[in-house]
C-alpha cells in the first residue's frame, strides 16, 4: 500500500500522517497524579504521549530512556515532584544530575537532545502538564521522527547474520 505524500514530506521523505510518539514517564505522586487531573478537568493535551507511571522520577535508569528511543520514540519525558517535594526526599535530585548526563550521552550517540525533557510537574499542575506536552509535540514534530537507535522491527534473527 503506497502511502499518500505532501510536498514537504517528499523533501524529508515523511508520510504525510506521520505523528511524534512521546514516552512518559511520570512520576506516581506529582507527574502522574497532574496528568490524571488534566484528564479529569477536560484538559485537552495531544494523544501522541504515552504514559509509564513510575514510583520516582529518581528511579528512571538512563537505559529505560534509550531503551525508549531504540523502541521507536521520537521524545521522551520524564517529569517528577518538584526539587524539595520528592516523597523519596531527594530522588528527584538524584533525577536532576542523571538527566545532565542523559542529555550529554543522547549528544554523543547523535540523537538531538532535544528529543528528551524532563519537567518538574505537580499534582495540582494540570495545566503546565497540558502545555508542557502541547510544546514538546510541536518541538518533535519540527525535529521530524527519530531514526537513531531504532530497531528494524520486522529484522529477522536470520537477517542479522
Known amino acids: 500500500m503506497e502511502e499518500k505524500l505532501d510536498d514537504n514530506s517528499k523533501k524529508e521523505n515523511k508520510p504525510a500522517t506521520w505523528e511524534p510518539k512521546i514516552y512518559a514517564f511520570l512520576c506516581n505522586w506529582c507527574s502522574y497524579e497532574g496528568a ?59 533525577a536532576r544530575r542523571k538527566f545532565v548526563l542523559v542529555k550529554k550521552l543522547l549528544e554523543y550517540v547523535g540523537i538531538e537532545p532535544e528529543r528528551f525533557q524532563a519537567r518538574w510537574i505537580s499534582a495540582s499542575e494540570a495545566i503546565k502538564f497540558v502545555d508542557t506536552v502541547k510544546e514538546m509535540t510541536e518541538n518533535i514534530r519540527r525535529l521530524g521522527s527519530n531514526r537513531k537507535l531504532v530497531k528494524n522491527i520486522g529484522e529477522t534473527i536470520s537477517d542479522r547474520f
Do not use: M, Q, W
Open 36 to 94: 490524571d487531573l488534566a484528564g479529569g478537568s477536560r484538559r485537552l493535551y495531544p494523544a501522541n504521549v504515552r504514559i509509564i507511571r513510575v514510583p520516582c522520577s529518581g528511579r528512571i535508569d538512563p537505559l529505560f530512556i534509550l531503551k525508549s528511543f531504540e523502541h521507536g520514540a521520537d521524545g521522551v519525558l520524564v517529569s517528577g515532584c518538584h526539587p524539595g517535594d520528592c516523597h523519596y526526599t531527594e530522588g528527584n535530585y538524584f
